[in-house]
């Protein structure tokens, strides 16, 4: 993961240790990391703020890919 000043509850997050998963370049394990975003972690809406504070355009946080994340920003969608 990218070294940032995370908050606590992503210590426990179900993305720990799945790097591999999470910053994958094919769709279907980007997709599997969707999945495990919004059906494994309580904490979706607060990653998917952090991630676009931090202007997180890589990987996937808080159940968006790194397009997505990159298309919310553009747009300003998320203020
Ligand atoms: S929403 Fe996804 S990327 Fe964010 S902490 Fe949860 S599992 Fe990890």
């Keep these: 993961m990218f070294d940032l000043n995370t908050p606590e509850w992503f210590s426990k997050a179900p993305c720990i240790g799945e790097d591999r998963l999470f910053f994958s370049a ?35 946080w808080g159940g968006k890919t790194g397009p997505e994340l990159s298309r919310l920003l553009e747009a300003d969608a998320y203020a």
């Design 26 to 60: 094919h769709p279907s394990k980007r997709r599997m990391a969707v999945a495990k975003c919004t059906e494994e972690c309580g904490n979706t809406e607060k990653c998917l703020q952090f991630a676009l504070d931090n202007k997180m355009t890589q990987g996937v």
